[in-house]
């Protein structure tokens, strides 16, 4: 990667590297390098750092509130869609570094490559730098969405979401059944099918096991708001009324 490509994202992070080999690691992606040079340790340490900068900011500053709310809202804070938001703002995806095939697959735009570097260039910076400069950057990067942040909101992910409405509706908890569906073994491509009973309601697809039972738990909550889960239901118990009578 040139020198200037470098000090661009170094910019749009708003922090220079004293050792720029950590930043070329960081975004350098298991595609490219299989060895331990590619950013698969680093975004270890980048996932532990930040949960740890975010629970000391979240104790700090929502130190009332119980360990639940600052749970929920540390996981509003540091789950794949945020930090997705965070890479597209600093246009991330410019300076992955990848295989061809990769990008030739637009494996630079998918949720799981850029936040994977977002957290790994933060294990840079902390080795770049220690842990009270990294804190400030990721405070900096956070600026916004901390400003937002708001302990009376109700946090919760879409799975507890799904349980809690469908229990609301007296129906069974969801099961969820992932299997591995296609893809390269360094960037499978999962599919989690949603059940309630024996009934497949839902299915959908992601590059991370969670991904994929987040996504499905989401888009059935739509079918809920929808009515189109409680239709779906209807139909099968019609069926087994009709079936009874038919025998």
Do not use: C, W
Request: charged share 30%; hydrophobic share 35%; aromatic share 8%.
């Amino acid at each position: 990667m040139f020198e200037k490509d470098i000090g661009k994202l170094e910019k749009a992070l708003g922090f220079t590297f004293k050792n720029r080999v950590l930043l070329v690691e960081a975004i350098t992606h298991k595609s490219f390098s299989s060895s331990e040079d590619n950013n698969q340790r680093l975004e270890f340490l980048g996932d532990s750092i930040l949960n740890t900068i975010i629970s000391e900011y979240l104790f700090d500053e929502f130190g009332h509130d119980n360990e639940g709310k600052m749970t929920s809202m540390r996981a509003s804070l540091v789950n794949e869609n945020s930090l997705y938001e965070l890479a597209k703002k600093i246009k991330l995806n410019e300076f992955i570094i990848m295989s061809e095939e990769e990008i030739l697959r637009k494996g630079n735009l998918r949720k799981a490559a850029l936040s994977d570097t977002y957290e790994a260039i933060i294990g840079a910076i902390f080795l770049d730098q220690g842990y009270k400069k990294t804190k400030i950057i990721v405070i900096n990067l956070l600026n916004e969405k901390l400003k937002n942040l708001n302990s009376e909101k109700t946090f919760k992910d879409p799975k507890s979401e799904l349980q809690e409405s469908l229990q609301s509706m007296k129906f069974k908890p969801p099961k969820y059944i992932t299997s591995i569906k296609s893809g390269p073994p360094h960037n499978p491509i999962f599919e989690t099918k949603l059940y309630i009973g024996n009934k497949l309601i839902n299915k959908s697809e992601g590059y991370k096991k969670s991904d994929s039972e987040k996504k499905v738990a989401t888009d059935t909550l739509k079918m809920i708001k929808n009515n189109k889960l409680e239709i779906d239901v209807e139909k099968s118990l019609l069926r087994k009324i009709i079936d009874n009578f038919k025998r």
